[in-house]
């Protein structure tokens, strides 16, 4: 029960600051994206080390798991670029359509993984002791 607490509230976190980032990003909040879009890839990166805890207490379906795995990988691939453009975009403001590209390719990748990861959850069943 504790990982899959620690999993949903990471999770959860992880969506807060993707959107509180987007937001203030779109809107020109330069000092609050600059503190929720690194803390957002670094919550992913906590939610995906949380998954690892909770597969050892649920047992999923593996063609349902290696079709999330394929959303989940593209995703966590896909921050990458969002990280090398920011960084990018801070010493040259020519960068802002490549850095806006890498975005919302993170956000439609990230929004497939964490549609197929609510699906796969769905047929989890809690494993024998």
Same mark, same amino acid.
């Given at each position: 029960m504790i990982?899959?607490?620690g999993?949903?509230?990471?999770?959860?976190?992880?969506?807060?600051?993707?959107?509180?980032s987007?937001?203030? *990003? &779109?809107?020109?909040? %330069?000092?609050?994206h600059?503190v929720?879009?690194?803390?957002?890839? !670094?919550?992913? @990166? +906590?939610?995906?080390?949380?998954?690892?805890?909770?597969?050892?207490?649920?047992?999923?379906?593996?063609p349902?798991?290696?079709?999330?795995?394929?959303?989940?990988?593209?995703?966590?691939v896909?921050?990458v670029?969002?990280l090398?453009? *920011? &960084?990018?975009?801070? %010493?040259c403001?020519?960068?802002?359509?490549?850095?806006?590209?890498? !975005?919302?390719? @993170? +956000?439609?990748?990230a929004?497939?993984?964490?549609?197929?990861g609510?699906w796969?959850?769905s047929?989890?069943?809690?494993?024998?002791?």
């Open positions: 990982p899959a607490i999993f949903w509230s990471s999770f959860c976190v992880t969506l807060a600051l993707l959107v509180t987007l937001v203030s *990003g &779109l809107r020109g909040g %330069r000092r609050v600059l929720t879009g690194p803390l957002t890839l !670094v919550m992913l @990166f +906590v939610t995906i080390a949380c998954t690892k805890i909770l597969i050892r207490d649920y047992a999923f379906p593996e349902q798991l290696s079709f999330h795995l394929k959303f989940a990988i593209t995703a966590a896909a921050a670029p969002v090398l453009t *920011g &960084l990018w975009f801070l %010493r403001p020519r960068a802002r359509l490549w850095h806006r590209i890498a !975005v919302w390719t @993170f +956000v439609v990748t929004l497939s993984a964490t549609g197929t609510i796969l959850f047929y989890a069943t809690l494993k024998a002791d």
